[in-house]
C-alpha cells in the first residue's frame, strides 16, 4: 500500500473452516448457487437470492472490505433496490444527498443542472457513501439472513463446467476442496478470474489520459453538489471533479496528461499542490491517492455455460456517469429473480438468456455514455478538441450549447427493448412503457409507491387504478390498487398522473420493478399472457 | 423529413458569399475554429439527427471522391 493510503480497514473478517472442507469421499458439496466475490454486487445478490428464498455460497479471496477509493456515487434505482434488501434507510442515513451538479469553465459557472427537481420520491437522485460503508452494511444484512454462507479467503483457482453444473476448485488457508454448482455467479471484478477460466475475451477502449483520483479530510464549506471544470485556473487546460463523501471527505479527480509517471504523480509530496491548488488552502489529509486510466470494455456474453458475470466483471465504465456499481446492482437485480424462478423449476431455464439481452443493452448504454464523456474530457485529436472549444464557448450564451457540454451524464435505468415484455395494444400518452422502470409517487403521508411494491414481497404485481371492478390477479401475483375503497390513496394525484392513469388503466410490474405490460381496459386472458411472457413461458 | 439538397436560397450567391467573408481576415486556425462553431449552430438549427446523418454522409462522400480523384491523378 503506497504510503498515503493510510486509511485503516473498516472490517476484518476471520477465516472459518467448514464442513464442505472435510467431506469423506470423492465428491463434493452440492450447492444451487455459489456466488463468486463480495463486493457490492454478490453482496446484494445474495442478500435478494436469500429473501426469495434460496441457500447462497458467497466466496471471497480477501477477509476484509476493501479500502481505497472506489464507488461514490449510488443512484436513486439503487437505494430503491437496496430499501428491497432492507439495508435502504441505514444508506440513505450515512451517505451525504444530492441532485444538483454544476459545471464550470475557466473561472465561471456554465450550468447548473438538478437530477431530480419534482417531489414525491422516496429516495433522492444520488447518495455519496464510501463503498466500504455500502459494503460493510450489507454484510450486517447477510449476517441477519438465513441462507447466506459467507466464507472469506476461499479463492476460486479453477473451474470446470459440467452438463448441468459447474465445478470449483477452492483454495483456502487451510487447503484446497470443492464445490459443486448449479449455478456460480461471477461478481469478481474488473480482472475477474472467472472470466480468465471462462476464457471469454474483454474487449473495448482503454483510454489514453491518465487521472488522478484523491481521497481528502478536511472541514469545507463547499455545498453538497458536484462540480465539475473544464480548464479551472488551478489545473489549466484539464477537467477536475470535486464531490463530497461522508465523514468530511471529498472525493477529487484530477485529469493528467498521458505522459504522467504514474509512480511520481502519486507522490503525496507531488500531489499536495496540486490540490492546494484547486481548494486554495492546504489544510487537508489523504485518504487515498491512485492514478488511472480508464476503460470501457465488455464481456461479449454475459453467460458462460453454467457461469453468469455481473457487474465489473461482465462490463468496465469509466467513473463519469456513476454507472459502473449502479450497473452492477441492476445486474443483480435483474438476475435474482430469474434465476430463483428457474432454480425452482417455475420457469425455463432459457428465462437466463433475457438476463443477457437486458443487462447487455444497457452495458452498452453506459459504455457509449461513458465514452461519450471521457471522450469530451480529454479528446482524441485537435479537430475534437476544436469541437468541445466551440461547444464550450457557445454554451456561455446559448441553451443548445450548455446541453452538448459533456462533464458525464448520470446514471439512469436503462429501458429494455426486450421478448419479456408485451407491447402496448392502447394509446398513451405518458407513463413507463413495457421494458422501463416503474416510477416513484406518493401514496398517502410519507408513504411511496417504491414502498408498496417492496412490501409486496418484490414478485410480479398488478398496479391498478380503481374503476370499481378490477380483474383478480392471476395466482401468485401481487396486487396493488389505486384509489377506490381500501385502494391507496393517490393523495397529490401524482401516481396517476406518472403512470398516465385512466380508471381501469393496470401495470404488470417484474419483479424488479420495470414494466412487462399495460392495458387501459385488461382482461384475464390479456394479462396471463403477458405474465408468461414475462416469465419466459412461451 | 429528407435532407433537402434542392436549392433553397432565392439568392444562393448571396448565402455563399456570407460564408466566404466570414472567413475573410482569419488565419487558418481561426477559420477553422470558426467553420466548427457554425457546423454545430446549424446543427442545431436542424434538430433532426436523420438529416444531420444524411448531410454528414453527402458531406464524407467529397473526402471518398477526393481521395479517388488523387489517386487516378497520381
Same mark, same amino acid.
Given at each position: 500500500?503506497?504510503?498515503? !493510503?493510510?486509511?485503516?480497514?473498516?472490517?476484518?473478517?476471520? /477465516?472459518?473452516?467448514?464442513?464442505?472442507?472435510?467431506?469423506?469421499?470423492?465428491?463434493?458439496? $452440492?450447492?444451487?448457487?455459489?456466488?463468486?466475490?463480495?463486493?457490492?454486487?454478490?453482496?446484494?445478490?445474495?442478500?435478494?437470492?436469500? @429473501?426469495?428464498?434460496?441457500?447462497?455460497?458467497?466466496?471471497?479471496?480477501?477477509?476484509?472490505?476493501?479500502?481505497?477509493?472506489?464507488?461514490?456515487?449510488?443512484?436513486?434505482?439503487?437505494?430503491?433496490?437496496?430499501?428491497?434488501?432492507?439495508?435502504?434507510?441505514?444508506?440513505?442515513?450515512?451517505?451525504?444527498?444530492?441532485?444538483?451538479?454544476?459545471?464550470?469553465?475557466?473561472?465561471?459557472?456554465?450550468?447548473?443542472?438538478?437530477?431530480?427537481?419534482?417531489?414525491?420520491?422516496?429516495?433522492?437522485?444520488?447518495? *455519496?457513501?464510501?463503498?466500504?460503508?455500502?459494503?460493510?452494511?450489507?454484510?450486517?444484512?447477510? *449476517?441477519?439472513?438465513?441462507?447466506?454462507?459467507?466464507?472469506?479467503?476461499? %479463492?476460486?483457482?479453477?473451474?470446470?463446467?459440467?452438463?448441468?453444473?459447474?465445478?470449483?476448485?477452492?483454495?483456502?488457508?487451510?487447503?484446497?476442496?470443492?464445490?459443486?454448482?448449479?449455478?456460480?455467479?461471477?461478481?469478481?471484478?474488473?480482472?475477474?478470474?472467472?472470466?480468465?477460466?471462462?476464457?471469454?475475451?474483454?474487449?473495448?477502449?482503454?483510454? $489514453?489520459?491518465?487521472?488522478?483520483?484523491?481521497?481528502?479530510?478536511?472541514?469545507?464549506?463547499?455545498?453538497?453538489?458536484?462540480?465539475?471544470?473544464?480548464?479551472?485556473?488551478?489545473?489549466?487546460?484539464?477537467?477536475?471533479?470535486?464531490?463530497?463523501?461522508?465523514?468530511?471527505?471529498?472525493?477529487?479527480?484530477? @485529469?493528467? !496528461?498521458?505522459?504522467?509517471?504514474?509512480?511520481?504523480?502519486?507522490?503525496?509530496?507531488?500531489?499536495?499542490?496540486?490540490?492546494?491548488?484547486? #481548494?486554495?488552502?492546504?489544510?487537508?489529509?489523504?485518504?487515498?491517492?491512485?492514478? /488511472? %486510466?480508464?476503460?470501457?470494455?465488455? +464481456?461479449?456474453?454475459?453467460?458462460?455455460?453454467?457461469?453468469?458475470?455481473?457487474?465489473?466483471?461482465?462490463?468496465?465504465?469509466?467513473?463519469?456517469?456513476?454507472?459502473?456499481? *449502479?450497473?452492477?446492482?441492476?445486474?443483480?437485480? *435483474?438476475?435474482?429473480?430469474?434465476?430463483?424462478?428457474? #432454480?425452482?423449476?417455475?420457469?425455463?431455464?432459457?428465462?437466463?438468456?433475457?438476463?443477457?439481452?437486458?443487462?447487455?443493452?444497457?452495458?452498452?448504454? !453506459?459504455?457509449?455514455?461513458?465514452?461519450?464523456?471521457?471522450?469530451? +474530457?480529454?479528446?482524441?485529436?485537435?479537430?475534437?478538441?476544436?469541437?468541445?472549444?466551440?461547444?464550450?464557448?457557445?454554451?456561455?450564451?446559448?441553451?443548445?450549447?450548455?446541453? +452538448?457540454?459533456?462533464?458525464?451524464?448520470?446514471?439512469?435505468?436503462?429501458? /429494455?427493448?426486450?421478448?419479456?415484455?408485451?407491447?402496448?395494444?392502447?394509446?398513451?400518452?405518458?407513463?413507463?412503457?413495457?421494458?422501463?422502470?416503474?416510477?416513484?409517487?406518493?401514496?398517502?403521508?410519507?408513504? /411511496?409507491?417504491?414502498?408498496?411494491?417492496?412490501?409486496?414481497?418484490?414478485?410480479?404485481?398488478?398496479?391498478?387504478?380503481?374503476?370499481?371492478?378490477?380483474?383478480?390477479?392471476?395466482?401468485?401475483?401481487?396486487?396493488?390498487?389505486?384509489?377506490?375503497?381500501?385502494?391507496?390513496?393517490?393523495?397529490?394525484?401524482?401516481?396517476?398522473?406518472?403512470?398516465?392513469?385512466?380508471?381501469?388503466?393496470?401495470?404488470?410490474?417484474?419483479?424488479?420493478?420495470?414494466?412487462?405490460?399495460?392495458?387501459?381496459?385488461?382482461?384475464?386472458?390479456?394479462?396471463?399472457?403477458?405474465?408468461?411472457?414475462?416469465?419466459?413461458? !412461451? | 423529413?429528407?435532407?433537402?439538397?434542392?436549392?433553397?436560397?432565392?439568392?444562393?450567391?448571396?448565402?455563399?458569399?456570407?460564408?466566404?467573408?466570414?472567413?475573410?481576415?482569419?488565419?487558418?486556425?481561426?477559420?477553422?475554429?470558426?467553420?466548427?462553431?457554425?457546423?454545430?449552430?446549424?446543427?442545431?438549427?436542424?434538430?433532426?439527427?436523420?438529416?444531420?446523418?444524411?448531410?454528414?454522409?453527402?458531406?464524407?462522400?467529397?473526402?471518398?471522391?477526393?481521395?479517388?480523384?488523387?489517386?487516378?491523378?497520381?
Amino acid at each position: 500500500m503506497a504510503p498515503a !493510503n493510510t486509511h485503516q480497514a473498516k472490517t476484518q473478517f476471520g /477465516y472459518r473452516r467448514h464442513p464442505d472442507q472435510d467431506r469423506p469421499g470423492p465428491s463434493p458439496a $452440492e450447492h444451487p448457487v455459489v456466488i463468486v466475490g463480495a463486493g457490492p454486487v454478490g453482496l446484494s445478490l445474495a442478500i435478494d437470492l436469500a @429473501q426469495r428464498g434460496q441457500r447462497v455460497v458467497l466466496l471471497d479471496d480477501a477477509d476484509r472490505i476493501g479500502e481505497g477509493s472506489r464507488a461514490i456515487c449510488f443512484s436513486k434505482r439503487s437505494l430503491e433496490y437496496w430499501d428491497r434488501l432492507g439495508v435502504g434507510d441505514r444508506m440513505v442515513e450515512k451517505g451525504v444527498v444530492w441532485s444538483v451538479g454544476r459545471i464550470f469553465h475557466g473561472e465561471s459557472q456554465l450550468y447548473q443542472f438538478n437530477l431530480l427537481p419534482e417531489d414525491g420520491h422516496k429516495r433522492p437522485a444520488f447518495i *455519496n457513501l464510501q463503498q466500504y460503508y455500502a459494503e460493510a452494511y450489507l454484510v450486517d444484512r447477510i *449476517n441477519d439472513l438465513p441462507g447466506i454462507d459467507l466464507r472469506w479467503r476461499n %479463492k476460486v483457482t479453477a473451474l470446470e463446467q459440467r452438463n448441468d453444473s459447474a465445478l470449483l476448485t477452492i483454495e483456502t488457508p487451510e487447503g484446497a476442496y470443492r464445490l459443486n454448482a448449479q449455478y456460480v455467479i461471477a461478481c469478481d471484478g474488473a480482472r475477474s478470474s472467472l472470466r480468465q477460466m471462462v476464457g471469454a475475451e474483454f474487449a473495448g477502449q482503454v483510454f $489514453e489520459d491518465q487521472f488522478l483520483i484523491a481521497d481528502v479530510k478536511m472541514t469545507a464549506e463547499f455545498p453538497t453538489e458536484r462540480w465539475f471544470w473544464f480548464d479551472p485556473p488551478f489545473h489549466a487546460g484539464r477537467s477536475a471533479l470535486l464531490h463530497r463523501q461522508p465523514d468530511d471527505v471529498w472525493r477529487i479527480d484530477l @485529469q493528467l !496528461n498521458r505522459y504522467a509517471d504514474p509512480v511520481l504523480e502519486k507522490k503525496p509530496e507531488n500531489v499536495r499542490p496540486r490540490i492546494a491548488r484547486m #481548494l486554495g488552502h492546504d489544510k487537508f489529509e489523504f485518504e487515498w491517492i491512485s492514478l /488511472y %486510466k480508464f476503460q470501457c470494455r465488455r +464481456m461479449d456474453r454475459f453467460i458462460h455455460g453454467r457461469v453468469i458475470f455481473a457487474g465489473d466483471s461482465a462490463h468496465q465504465v469509466s467513473p463519469f456517469g456513476a454507472r459502473g456499481a *449502479n450497473s452492477g446492482l441492476e445486474d443483480a437485480e *435483474n438476475l435474482s429473480w430469474k434465476l430463483d424462478r428457474v #432454480l425452482r423449476g417455475k420457469s425455463p431455464a432459457s428465462l437466463l438468456e433475457s438476463y443477457h439481452v437486458e443487462r447487455s443493452m444497457a452495458a452498452d448504454e !453506459n459504455i457509449r455514455e461513458s465514452t461519450r464523456s471521457t471522450d469530451f +474530457m480529454a479528446p482524441n485529436s485537435h479537430q475534437e478538441a476544436r469541437l468541445r472549444k466551440a461547444v464550450l464557448s457557445l454554451a456561455k450564451e446559448t441553451e443548445f450549447g450548455k446541453r +452538448m457540454v459533456n462533464g458525464g451524464r448520470l446514471s439512469v435505468p436503462c429501458s /429494455y427493448d426486450t421478448p419479456l415484455s408485451s407491447r402496448d395494444a392502447d394509446a398513451w400518452r405518458g407513463g413507463p412503457s413495457p421494458g422501463c422502470s416503474m416510477l416513484d409517487a406518493p401514496v398517502g403521508d410519507q408513504a /411511496y409507491l417504491t414502498d408498496a411494491f417492496r412490501k409486496g414481497g418484490t414478485d410480479f404485481t398488478l398496479l391498478s387504478f380503481s374503476n370499481g371492478a378490477a380483474i383478480a390477479a392471476p395466482d401468485g401475483v401481487r396486487d396493488i390498487r389505486i384509489g377506490g375503497a381500501g385502494g391507496l390513496a393517490d393523495s397529490q394525484g401524482l401516481v396517476a398522473k406518472r403512470y398516465d392513469a385512466e380508471p381501469g388503466t393496470t401495470y404488470l410490474l417484474r419483479p424488479d420493478g420495470y414494466v412487462a405490460a399495460r392495458f387501459r381496459h385488461p382482461t384475464r386472458e390479456a394479462v396471463a399472457a403477458a405474465l408468461s411472457r414475462a416469465q419466459g413461458l !412461451n | 423529413m429528407p435532407l433537402s439538397t434542392s436549392s433553397n436560397f432565392a439568392r444562393p450567391d448571396d448565402a455563399f458569399r456570407a460564408i466566404v467573408e466570414a472567413h475573410r481576415g482569419l488565419t487558418e486556425e481561426q477559420s477553422a475554429d470558426f467553420d466548427a462553431a457554425l457546423v454545430l449552430i446549424l446543427a442545431n438549427h436542424i434538430g433532426d439527427i436523420d438529416v444531420l446523418r444524411e448531410a454528414i454522409g453527402l458531406a464524407r462522400r467529397r473526402m471518398v471522391n477526393g481521395q479517388q480523384q488523387q489517386q487516378q491523378q497520381q
